[in-house]
């Protein structure tokens, strides 16, 4: 029997994962719900759950929480398909033969189901950072409650929760892409103002070569030493910094499996980098490396205290998303059963500005779109209707052969001249591939059709025709290729820029 909505779940997988989830969650748990005096009469309970164990106990219940969030959110889908569509959120898959009445029809927006589980799976974690509180008593007084890492937590909670709603209206009634460029700078309010109060830093550190060259043209006074202060500016970039995330992967759209697929690996690699903060490395690993004083467990020998901790709760956003990421791409895969919508570009867009905010690295952030800002560049033209926008500028769809290939922005007359010189720049750098033809009228040769400004597009002009999904995974490569740059450029030859050991 072939499954109706959704990619058939997988029993043995579910059945496996299910139990080991709960065991991480309840783990940390037991010695908060079985009373002291047990341990006392039995040590080989006591030696079972040593207090101490764990350097990060809370870290052990987020990894269940996330697997968990991968098995429920594998069944959900298929659960909730049906009153998508039936509520009319559904989208015809354009990449599939087909036509306007006979579909494809895939059910649309079920990013919706995806954040409001992943929302109410940090809400139920929300306590376990703080159960050593609970445990040792410490917690006394309002006044001794670790309140700003509580605050943090809940200031990105609502910033995602409002992405999502926004997401989800955008989703329903299809605003222009214009009017919804500034959209997430609403949400991301809330978590600028935590910035704000916790003292967030608005300085910079310039390579010295550019310090002697600004100080040497009178901008010496702006700096102390190789930092800069930039103050609002910071701020300015820090607004923007959400529009970016979420649209961005929002435009990089239109196959099946790709807006998904980035989003997992931008979160992978801010989990790695959240690592390498975390004093958790074994002795022999470390000393294999050859880093400095592996008794520690650290990589970074600097880090300790304060930036340990900004890094721990990045950490706990991105391994529960890691997790409805994977459960989601089980549907979302090719041949799609399931659409993301804006809501799930929004939703995933804000959780790693959020995080990257209240971690302070909102700058490596950046580096881990490297491909989202080549799309987005090679996109402005289009954005900003230099060259003419349809309202799909996916690939194009070959029934014949099922593959794709560059999609096309037509011209009925020759372009205005300022269209014709970035089309023929874009050509030179082969970037668009353009087609020529002779006006009647004149007998000039004019630019007939340009294929459209995205890098889906770029890459099938190069490595076309391509069928969907070897589509995806050469975007999925790019991805990792670009994570891969952005740790060289963050911890290689890019170190003095990003500040070192600031922290
Ligand atoms: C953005 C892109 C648009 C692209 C669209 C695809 C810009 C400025 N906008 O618009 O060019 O065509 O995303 O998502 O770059 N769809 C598929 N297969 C998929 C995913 C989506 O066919 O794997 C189609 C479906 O018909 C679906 C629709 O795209 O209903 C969703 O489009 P939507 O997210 O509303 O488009 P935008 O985000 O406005
Ligand atoms: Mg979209």
Not at 13 to 26: C, G, R, V
Not at 62 to 78: Q, T, V
Not at 191 to 215: A, D, E, R
């Given at each position: 029997m072939t499954q109706k909505y959704g990619h058939r779940p997988p029993i043995l997988l579910t059945l496996t994962i299910l139990p080991i989830s709960l065991i991480l969650i309840l783990n940390p748990l037991i010695p908060l719900i079985i009373p002291k005096w047990i341990?006392?009469?039995?040590?080989?309970?006591?030696?079972?759950?040593?207090?101490?164990?764990?350097?990060?106990?809370?870290?052990?219940?987020?990894?269940?929480?996330?697997?968990?969030?991968?098995?429920?959110?594998?069944?959900?889908?298929?659960?909730?398909?049906?009153?998508?569509?039936?509520?009319?959120?559904?989208?015809?898959?354009?990449l599939k033969s087909g036509d306007k009445l006979n579909g494809p029809w895939v059910p649309e927006s079920l990013g919706l189901p995806c954040a409001s589980l992943y929302l109410a799976?940090?809400?139920?974690?929300?306590?376990?950072?703080?159960?050593?509180?609970?445990?040792?008593?410490?917690?006394?007084?309002?006044?001794?409650?670790?309140q700003r890492e509580l605050t943090l937590y809940l200031s990105s909670l609502l910033s995602l929760l409002t992405a999502t709603l926004l997401g989800f209206i955008d989703d329903l009634f299809d605003i222009r892409w214009r009017h919804k460029l500034p959209i997430p700078i609403v949400s991301a309010v809330p978590t600028l103002l935590v910035y704000y109060s916790v003292g967030g830093v608005t300085s910079i550190v310039l390579p010295k070569s550019i310090v002697g060259w600004l100080s040497s043209i009178g901008f010496g006074g702006f700096m102390k030493g190789n930092i800069v202060d930039l103050g609002p500016i910071y701020y300015l970039y820090l607004i923007m910094l959400p529009t970016f995330t979420t649209n961005s992967i929002n435009i990089l759209a239109g196959i099946n499996g790709v807006e998904v697929l980035q989003a997992l690996i931008i979160a992978i690699s801010i989990s790695i980098n959240?690592?390498?903060?975390?004093?958790?490395?074994?002795?022999?690993?470390?000393?294999?490396?050859?880093?400095?004083?592996?008794?520690?467990?650290?990589?970074?020998?600097?880090?300790?205290?304060?930036?340990?901790?900004?890094?721990?709760?990045?950490l706990y956003f991105m391994i529960p998303l890691i997790g409805i990421c994977l459960g989601f791409l089980w549907h979302n895969w090719y041949p799609a059963k399931a659409f993301p919508g804006d809501t799930f570009c929004y939703f995933t867009g804000m959780a790693f500005s959020a995080v990257a905010i209240q971690g302070h690295f909102s700058k490596t952030l950046i580096l881990f779109f490297l491909p989202q800002?080549?799309?987005?560049?090679?996109?402005?033209?289009?954005?900003?209707?230099?060259?003419?926008?349809?309202?799909?500028?996916?690939?194009?769809?070959?029934?014949?052969?099922?593959?794709?290939?560059?999609?096309?922005?037509?011209?009925?007359?020759?372009?205005?001249?300022?269209?014709?010189?970035?089309?023929?720049?874009?050509?030179?750098?082969?970037?668009?591939?353009?087609?020529?033809?002779?006006?009647?009228?004149?007998?000039?040769e004019y630019i007939k059709s340009s294929t459209n400004l995205t890098i889906l597009n770029f890459l099938l002009i190069h490595f076309g025709p391509l069928k969907e999904d070897k589509l995806c995974i050469l975007m999925g490569l790019i991805q990792v290729l670009g994570s891969l740059i952005a740790f060289i450029i963050r911890y290689g030859v890019g170190s003095w820029f990003y500040g070192g050991e600031r922290r």
């Amino acid at each position: 029997m072939t499954q109706k909505y959704g990619h058939r779940p997988p029993i043995l997988l579910t059945l496996t994962i299910l139990p080991i989830s709960l065991i991480l969650i309840l783990n940390p748990l037991i010695p908060l719900i079985i009373p002291k005096w047990i341990f006392k009469f039995s040590t080989s309970l006591s030696s079972l759950i040593k207090e101490d164990e764990y350097k990060f106990p809370a870290l052990q219940a987020n990894l269940g929480f996330s697997l968990l969030a991968f098995i429920i959110s594998i069944w959900l889908i298929p659960k909730v398909s049906e009153s998508f569509i039936l509520k009319g959120l559904k989208g015809r898959d354009l990449l599939k033969s087909g036509d306007k009445l006979n579909g494809p029809w895939v059910p649309e927006s079920l990013g919706l189901p995806c954040a409001s589980l992943y929302l109410a799976l940090m809400m139920l974690f929300i306590p376990f950072p703080f159960s050593h509180l609970f445990k040792s008593h410490s917690f006394s007084s309002p006044e001794t409650f670790p309140q700003r890492e509580l605050t943090l937590y809940l200031s990105s909670l609502l910033s995602l929760l409002t992405a999502t709603l926004l997401g989800f209206i955008d989703d329903l009634f299809d605003i222009r892409w214009r009017h919804k460029l500034p959209i997430p700078i609403v949400s991301a309010v809330p978590t600028l103002l935590v910035y704000y109060s916790v003292g967030g830093v608005t300085s910079i550190v310039l390579p010295k070569s550019i310090v002697g060259w600004l100080s040497s043209i009178g901008f010496g006074g702006f700096m102390k030493g190789n930092i800069v202060d930039l103050g609002p500016i910071y701020y300015l970039y820090l607004i923007m910094l959400p529009t970016f995330t979420t649209n961005s992967i929002n435009i990089l759209a239109g196959i099946n499996g790709v807006e998904v697929l980035q989003a997992l690996i931008i979160a992978i690699s801010i989990s790695i980098n959240d690592l390498i903060f975390l004093p958790i490395w074994s002795i022999n690993l470390l000393n294999l490396f050859g880093f400095k004083n592996p008794e520690n467990g650290r990589i970074l020998n600097w880090a300790i205290g304060e930036v340990v901790n900004r890094h721990l709760m990045s950490l706990y956003f991105m391994i529960p998303l890691i997790g409805i990421c994977l459960g989601f791409l089980w549907h979302n895969w090719y041949p799609a059963k399931a659409f993301p919508g804006d809501t799930f570009c929004y939703f995933t867009g804000m959780a790693f500005s959020a995080v990257a905010i209240q971690g302070h690295f909102s700058k490596t952030l950046i580096l881990f779109f490297l491909p989202q800002i080549f799309n987005f560049i090679l996109s402005c033209p289009q954005l900003f209707g230099l060259v003419k926008c349809p309202r799909h500028r996916l690939p194009s769809y070959d029934e014949k052969t099922n593959l794709l290939n560059p999609s096309k922005v037509l011209f009925d007359s020759s372009p205005p001249k300022k269209t014709i010189i970035v089309l023929k720049l874009l050509s030179i750098l082969k970037l668009v591939k353009l087609e020529y033809d002779v006006d009647d009228n004149n007998n000039k040769e004019y630019i007939k059709s340009s294929t459209n400004l995205t890098i889906l597009n770029f890459l099938l002009i190069h490595f076309g025709p391509l069928k969907e999904d070897k589509l995806c995974i050469l975007m999925g490569l790019i991805q990792v290729l670009g994570s891969l740059i952005a740790f060289i450029i963050r911890y290689g030859v890019g170190s003095w820029f990003y500040g070192g050991e600031r922290r």
